[in-house]
Nanobody, 112 residues
Framework: QVQLVESGGGLVQPGGSLRLSCAAS????????MGWYRQAPGKQREMVAV???????NYTDAVKGRFTISRDNAKNTAYLQMNSLKPEDTAVYYC??????WGQGTQVTVSS
């Protein structure tokens, strides 16, 4: 079973950028649908972006045009490039290997 470790979160000003990384263990990473989800205080966890093993991507409307999900199967790593960040992007971001493997989460705070 794959294990996931996120990194790259932090505090950034509105309009800034961050890149999250999700490092996976195991040899079957390339076969998994990988996703990024987020959970803000008092809210339910929501899908941000997903990428299939073939590279097809899907995004929630709130991040389209600002966030980019990608994967490097040679490095067993998925990424989330986040640009033009807004205060409403503040949340704990979780990496997911479908259907039910989760990382520990990384905090993203967008504030001036």
């Amino acid at each position: 079973q794959v294990q996931l470790v996120e990194s790259g979160g932090g505090l950034v000003q509105p309009g800034g950028s961050l890149r999250l990384s999700c490092a996976a263990s195991g040899t079957l990473f390339r076969l998994y649908v990988m996703g990024w989800y987020r959970q803000a205080p008092g809210k339910q966890r929501e899908m941000v972006a997903v990428i299939t093993s073939g590279g097809t991507t899907n995004y929630t409307d709130a991040v389209k045009g600002r966030f980019t999900i990608s994967r490097d199967n040679a490095k067993n790593t998925a990424y989330l490039q986040m640009n033009s960040l807004k205060p409403e992007d503040t949340a704990v971001y979780y990496c997911n290997a479908a259907p039910s493997t989760w990382g520990q989460g990384t905090q993203v705070t967008v504030s001036s």
